[in-house]
């Protein structure tokens, strides 16, 4: 420290604020073109959410590792409850329900329950012996601490958080080590059970948009729409885009969601194959501190959390980029910390704030 | 803790690092792939999806080409192109077809009869090709529908050009009119100009034969819309180019006259220039109004048209086939000279002229007569007595080299030509030999001998100038015909009869031309429409059966100009019905005033001009359908 900044200041993981911040602002320069050169109603508020979203993830950040493993397990029941109360009120309202309205902002227990998930999984191989790691003792905890809060959502219906959630436990239990053979068999069990799902277990309607997704230009009105816009919006942007504001796709409405789960698509059209290198990058930086802190942590809850966490925001950023491009059918995932939405912000900062606080508190090695 | 069998923290903390730099592995694979993926899309893909982008965004809009006048041999228009206001249905983007016709029968006063067009032509329509609800419409109703817009997808208003034809009905034959493309025309040429809302073609008459010179270059507009079609701005405009002009032989003041001059006669008038050849008047009345047409003529009057005895539909000049009568005879006596006859030498006619047991009858007993007085009183006896010399093998030829049974290369869709029979002709088409009578029968333009108006006229024109006159519709600078391979002396005995006709004590000699120091020269002729039984001349009873009249001429008779063909369907007489507007289409070249006086006097007897009254048997038509509902009629 040279003195000039204030040592609390300056002990902040900047890396990885240059890192976030990079991210909203270019977000915030493509929302601020997509309303056709206009901070509302997008821009301003991304920006402003990012500000108030970045300074809760260094408070958290200052909070103890024994914190988060002590609130774990409570706050995974407390979500529970609100899981069920959200249905409840969705069952009393007549209609499907995500959210808990708390007056100053709406929340939805579902998106907060995938960092928890990773959260008690991790907790609870912490607190599993590791003779025990191969055994039907670390498979059947797990499945039922994911079981009750998947089923809770698909209810609603809201398969893709299920999925998250099934992705998070199973990263944490890969990383925790469960036998490979647990991850070879699955894998081989989708692959043979995929297409007898889709022959025999899907309705023909289904059928058809899993085949629109493979072939999205047979169906260029419907569902197949959306995927062709943005192959155009992206392909036309060329290697260094239309130029700033000059996007066609995007401010003629062609491309649908622009502002959220398409704003790849948006800015690729302004910025071309570069601002994509840019924003692939930043999240390379990104993952790469998070899992450099997973690996620099010495505390077994530590590196799990860190690791898991870091998979969760990578779970975000890979099913929206793959869908983007065309590889992964149309689901309504954002790109964090680019695409307009509180709701997701909310949790990509709770998971960057304890992987923060876990970079803080390391352990120390002679506890293990 | 240490169990045998299960791993150790420290293989788990060595597990947990491997793993962890696998899963750093697997999402730079991801962050790869996106990448890769981004830059082939993006530069390998790079024009496709610049293409696509830019059909999304830009909206390209053609606009039709005014299409090429036609204007007559001195520049007057004949066909021109008037701005007007079109609402038409792009039946691809139409919605709730009830409630926006509905809205448009309120808005645009429609018809019953027009909502029924459009629901046929929306049924048939391709999605793609646009079915007009109203053309011709005036700002206030083009305003209405235009603020209503938002509520009525799929309806476009537009302003374009529709085809006027000033003449009305005077040009429908000689034009024909245009009409939107059909179904079959756009599989045969793919042309996008084709389906352009407001675009028409040509579908008859000059309209069709000359479409591509008349048609020019379509515009277009190129505007930014939306993905909902909201046009966001316009790009670029480039204006059409007009087609080319055609500039007819026709006079068409001269034209408009002999149409209003037949009245409420059907029937036609040619009138040729005989120094050059160039048609100056062709006319067939009763005709459509090609101006009905370009707006979409509607279903009842389409009926109307097609059940008209007169045939309003039929270009009588080129298409109408009739016995040409006695109108025959100034040429037979070309061939009688041909054949060595000597004008003067005379055949006492008795009333008839007898063939082996049978008298061929005469229409009066004319006492001796020489070729002139032959012609002027048309005396059969005579033809007969000297086609029976000659046979009609030796005047057919002569027929022939006058036009009569020839088709001219005319840019006209469909001529007739007519017969003119020989032995050849007859051994051929029935498998018979030719008999005497049927060369007296041919020598006075009765039996198989058939012609068209037109012919008429042409052999009118080329007797009267004594050259090989070619007819000429489209105005160009032409070497006048060479001489026709008869002496002039010969030439001069048919004019000399045919002067004697009209001028000495012929058969229209109540047709006369009144212009000091010019005279016209003639040949009257009746066609009998069934053989005549018992005492039964052709000259009453029901119209059908009665005889045509006929009338062939040039003026003046010192010195050639004009040559016309007058052909009354029906008109019992040529001395009766036809000479006499003959005579006055003739007085228009010389004295407008006066032949104009002559008209107004008898439109007012029929009843108004050529528009009054078909305004009037219109609606006298529409009367006697009743509430035009529930009938349903061919297109």
Redesign the interface.
């Given at each position: 420290m040279n003195g000039i900044v204030p040592a609390p200041i300056a002990a902040l993981p900047w890396r990885v604020i240059f890192v976030l911040f990079g991210l909203a602002t270019f977000g915030t320069a493509v929302l601020y073109s997509a309303a056709g050169g206009s901070f509302s109603p997008w821009a301003g508020n991304h920006f402003l959410r990012f500000c108030v979203l970045m300074t809760m993830a260094v408070v958290m950040s200052r909070l103890p590792l024994d914190f988060w493993k002590k609130i774990t397990f409570p706050l995974y029941l407390v979500l529970l409850l609100m899981l069920v109360a959200v249905e409840l009120i969705g069952f009393a309202g007549g209609g499907s329900q995500r959210w808990i309205n708390l007056g100053v902002i709406t929340f939805q227990p579902s998106e907060l329950m995938k960092p928890t998930v990773v959260l008690v999984t991790a907790w609870f191989f912490d607190r599993l012996?590791?003779?025990?790691?191969?055994?039907w003792d670390a498979i059947w905890p797990v499945a039922i601490m994911l079981v009750v809060p998947s089923i809770l959502v698909i209810i609603q219906p809201d398969f893709d958080a299920a999925l998250a959630y099934i992705f998070c436990a199973a990263?944490v239990g890969?990383?925790?080590?469960w036998p490979l053979i647990y991850f070879i068999g699955g894998g081989v069990a989708v692959a043979i059970l995929a297409p007898l799902v889709f022959f025999f277990g899907l309705r023909p309607y289904q059928q058809d948009r899993v085949l629109i997704f493979l072939n999205p230009e047979n169906d260029p009105l419907g569902a197949g729409y959306h995927i062709t816009?943005s192959?155009?919006?992206?392909?036309?942007?060329?290697?260094f885009g239309k130029g700033f504001g000059n996007g066609?796709?995007s401010h003629?409405?062609?491309l649908p969601e622009g502002h959220t789960d398409f704003i790849f698509a948006t800015m690729?059209?302004e910025w071309?194959?570069l601002g994509?290198?840019i924003i692939?990058g930043l999240?390379?930086l990104l993952?790469?501190w998070g899992?450099k802190v997973?690996?620099e942590s010495t505390n077994?809850y530590g590196?799990?959390v860190a690791?898991g966490l870091t998979?969760t925001i990578?779970f975000y950023i890979?099913i929206n980029?793959?869908m983007v491009?065309?590889?992964a059918p149309v689901a309504g995932l954002p790109l964090p910390f680019v695409s307009h939405g509180g709701s997701s912000m909310l949790t990509m900062m709770i998971c960057v704030g304890i992987i923060m606080s876990i970079e803080r508190h390391p352990g120390r090695k002679a506890f293990? | 803790?240490?169990?045998k069998?299960?791993?150790?923290?420290g293989?788990?903390?060595f597990?947990?690092?491997r793993?962890?730099?696998f899963?750093?592995g697997v999402?730079?694979a991801?962050?790869a792939?996106?990448?890769t993926?981004?830059?082939y899309?993006?530069?390998a893909?790079?024009e496709?999806?610049?293409l696509?982008?830019?059909s999304?965004?830009i909206n390209l809009t053609l606009i039709p080409p005014r299409r090429g006048w036609f204007i007559d041999r001195i520049g007057k228009p004949i066909a021109t192109n008037r701005a007007d206001f079109r609402v038409d249905i792009i039946p691809d983007r139409l919605q709730n077809r009830e409630q926006t016709l509905g809205t448009l029968t309120q808005l645009l006063d429609l018809k019953q009869e027009d909502l029924e067009r459009i629901e046929k032509e929306l049924k048939e329509a391709q999605g793609f090709q646009p079915v007009q609800v109203a053309a011709g419409l005036d700002y206030e109703s083009f305003a209405r529908v235009s603020v209503r817009l938002p509520d009525l997808p799929g309806v476009s208003p537009r302003q374009g050009f529709s085809r006027f034809y000033p003449s009305g009905a005077a040009v429908g034959h000689l034009l024909g009119y245009v009409g939107t493309v059909s179904a079959e025309e756009y599989r045969l040429d793919k042309n996008p100009l084709l389906i352009t809302p407001g675009f028409k073609v040509g579908k008859q008459g000059l309209e069709k034969t000359m479409e591509m010179r008349l048609r020019g270059k379509p515009g277009a507009k190129r505007t930014?819309?939306?993905?909902?079609g909201k046009i966001?701005r316009e790009l670029s405009t480039r204006s059409d180019t007009p087609g080319k002009p055609v500039q007819l032989t026709i006079d068409i003041d001269l034209h408009n006259y002999a149409a209003r001059r037949l009245g409420v006669e059907s029937g036609s008038v040619v009138v040729i220039d005989c120094l050059t050849g160039d048609i100056l008047a062709l006319v067939s009345m009763p005709c459509f109004d090609p101006n009905s047409f370009s707006e979409g003529i509607g279903r009842l009057e389409w009926k109307m048209l097609n059940s008209d005895d007169r045939i309003p539909m039929l270009n009588k000049s080129l298409q109408g086939l009739y016995p040409p009568g006695s109108t025959l005879k100034p040429m037979a006596a070309l061939a009688f000279q041909q054949q060595g006859i000597d004008p003067e030498e005379k055949v006492v006619c008795g009333g008839g002229y007898r063939l082996g047991n049978r008298v061929f009858k005469c229409l009066g007993r004319h006492g001796p007569m020489d070729m002139r007085s032959a012609i002027m009183k048309s005396c059969n006896t005579y033809f007969y007595a000297m086609a029976n010399r000659v046979g009609y093998d030796a005047i057919a030829p002569v027929a022939k080299q006058l036009g009569l049974g020839q088709e001219f290369p005319l840019p006209f869709q469909s001529q007739r030509y007519g017969t003119v029979p020989d032995s050849a002709w007859k051994r051929k088409k029935y498998d018979q030999e030719w008999s005497r009578s049927d060369s007296l029968n041919a020598v006075i333009g009765q039996g198989y001998v058939i012609a068209s108006p037109f012919q008429l006229a042409v052999m009118a024109a080329r007797i009267a100038s004594g050259r090989m006159l070619e007819p000429e519709i489209l105005l160009k600078n032409r070497a006048a015909g060479k001489h026709l391979p008869f002496p002039e002396e010969h030439l001069q005995v048919a004019r000399d009869g045919m002067d004697l006709v009209v001028n000495g004590a012929g058969t229209a000699v109540r047709s006369r031309l009144e212009i000091p120091g010019i005279t016209m020269g003639g040949k009257t002729g009746t066609a009998q429409v069934r053989a005549i039984k018992g005492g039964q001349r052709g000259q009453g009873g029901a119209r059908r059966f009665r005889d045509h009249g006929l009338f062939v001429c040039f003026a003046p008779v010192a010195q050639p100009r004009y040559a016309a063909a007058v052909v009354i369907e029906h008109g019992m007489g040529g001395a009766r019905a036809a000479a006499p507007v003959a005579k006055d289409v003739l007085t228009f070249l010389y004295d407008r005033e006066k032949a104009m006086a002559s008209l107004e006097a008898l439109e007012a007897g029929w009843g108004g001009g050529i528009d009054e009254r078909m305004a009037r048997q219109y609606a006298a038509f529409q009367a006697g359908q009743g509430v035009p509902v529930a009938e349903r009629s061919e297109m």
């Open positions: 012996p590791p003779s025990k790691i191969t055994g990263v890969f990383l925790a080590g816009q192959k155009i919006a992206i392909g036309s942007g060329g290697i066609t796709q003629l409405d062609y690729a059209e071309g194959l994509g290198l692939i999240y390379v993952m790469r899992l997973a690996m077994r590196q799990l690791g998979c990578f890979m980029l793959l491009v065309g590889f293990s | 803790m240490n169990d069998r299960g791993p150790t923290t293989q788990l903390e597990t947990f690092s793993r962890a730099l899963i750093g999402q730079a991801v962050g792939v996106v990448a993926r981004m830059a899309i993006a530069v893909e790079n496709k999806y610049k696509a982008s830019e999304n965004r930014e819309v939306t993905a909902r966001v």
